[in-house]
């Protein structure tokens, strides 16, 4: 398994300089099947979240179009919503985190967050994109 490690050690307008000229990398290629983004690029963009969405599992499609559409309610309601243990959802989900992985975005934000009724709302980008998907 290949692994680059970088430590960058500077003042803070050093450290900025190096962190613009590495955000300036376009593309590297021949890294197995990896899609590799740009540093300073980590962004969700509609391409980024369709790649991701189109090698989701069904199980995960179905509860993050459930979450989409019940992102007020509360963990416990959405579970219910979704007719699974918390388990049984983690465990769908976790293709979500593979995914991230398999194409080098594990460090972009993530899809899912806490909504204030202690359940999960998805980032507005992927809201959008994924009831446009289940419609």
Do not use: C, F
């Not at 490690?5 to 300089?17: A, D, V």
């Not at 992102?71 to 579970?79: I, V």
């Not at 992927?126 to 419609?135: D, N, P, R």
């Amino acid at each position: 398994m290949s692994r680059i490690t970088l430590t960058i050690e500077g003042e803070m307008g050093e450290i900025g300089t190096i962190l613009r000229k590495l955000g300036e990398i376009k593309e590297l290629e021949g890294i197995g099947n990896n899609t590799l983004n740009t540093l300073s690029n980590q962004e969700w963009t509609q391409q980024r979240v369709l790649l991701i969405w189109n090698s989701l599992s069904e199980k995960a499609k179905g509860i993050l179009s459930l979450i989409a559409r019940n992102d007020e309610a509360s963990w416990e309601e959405q579970l219910q919503i979704i007719g699974q243990t918390g388990q049984e959802v983690g465990g769908s989900l976790s293709s979500l985190g593979a995914q991230l992985r398999n194409h080098s975005l594990k460090g972009i934000s993530n899809p899912l967050s806490d909504n204030e009724a202690g359940g999960y709302k998805l980032l507005q980008i992927w809201k959008e994109i994924v009831l446009e998907q289940t419609s």
